[in-house]
T-cell receptor, first 114, second 113 residues
Framework: KAGVTQTPRYLIKTRGQQVTLSCSPI?????VSWYQQTPGQGLQFLFE???????NKGNFPGRFSGRQFSNSRSEMNVSTLELGDSALYLCASSPNYGLNQPQHFGDGTRLSIL | AQTVTQSQPEMSVQEAETVTLSCTYD???????LFWYKQPPSRQMILVIRQEAYKQQNATENRFSVNFQKAAKSFSLKISDSQLGDAAMYFC??????????FGKGTRLHILP
């Protein structure tokens, strides 16, 4: 079974631009979560989707948004990019939504803002 | 607000020895899950072990075991017979019902040959 696939692996953007990251979960998984990982802040939760609905949201500004499609694939969008948005963005999928669901992570997208 | 604290940013252990990574968390909830995740240098994070708060018995997965002290809000990870492949960043995580997962800042574990 293929793992969580994130595209692209690397991305370079400039301030003010917008970016869309994609995540394909493990086949059969219906929950997708997004995280931002930086050396200073560590792993921070962005949002979680299940059945095309956002179930949880972290403390990020409205420039960060996401969505989930009917096939469980998810996209994350960041508008008006800032230097501080440079990070590794990780996507994780779970079979279902719930307390005990283990997260299966992708390799991440490394976003660099110039 | 819930927090997860990993007080050891870095640790080293000799190959074949045992090492314990500490994690404390703050919560007023009684129903929650705790996790340890491992992120090797290749970046992909994988689940090491998980513990349900209601279960008193400590979880074990092969060489990995936890010491869960609910009253003390402590959730340490013990790695026995350390191997070179155990070198990674280890993250402790907390999740309560219908809520987001909160990760600690991580502990970088070095294995000395």
């Amino acid at each position: 079974k293929a793992g969580v696939t994130q595209t692209p692996r690397y991305l370079i953007k400039t301030r003010g631009q917008q970016v869309t990251l994609s995540c394909s979960p493990i086949s059969g998984h219906r929950s997708v979560s997004w995280y931002q990982q930086t050396p200073g802040q560590g792993l921070q939760f962005l949002f979680e989707y299940f059945s095309e609905t956002q179930r949880n949201k972290g403390n990020f500004p409205g420039r960060f948004s996401g969505r989930q499609f009917s096939n469980s694939r998810s996209e994350m969008n960041v508008s008006t990019l800032e230097l501080g948005d440079s990070a590794l963005y990780l996507c994780a999928s779970s079979p279902n939504y719930g307390l005990n669901q283990p997260q299966h992570f992708g390799d991440g997208t490394r976003l660099s803002i110039l | 607000a819930q927090t997860v604290t990993q007080s050891q940013p870095e640790m080293s252990v000799q190959e074949a020895e045992t090492v314990t990574l500490s994690c404390t968390y703050d919560t007023s909830e009684s129903d929650y899950y705790l996790f340890w995740y491992k992120q090797p240098p290749s970046r992909q994070m994988i689940l090491v072990i998980r513990q349900e708060a209601y279960k008193q018995q400590n979880a074990t997965e092969n060489r990995f075991s936890v010491n869960f002290q609910k009253a003390a809000k402590s959730f340490s990870l013990k790695i026995s017979d350390s191997q070179l492949g155990d070198a990674a960043m280890y993250f402790c995580a907390y999740r309560r019902r219908d809520d987001k997962i909160i990760f600690g800042k991580g502990t970088r574990l070095h294995i000395l040959p």
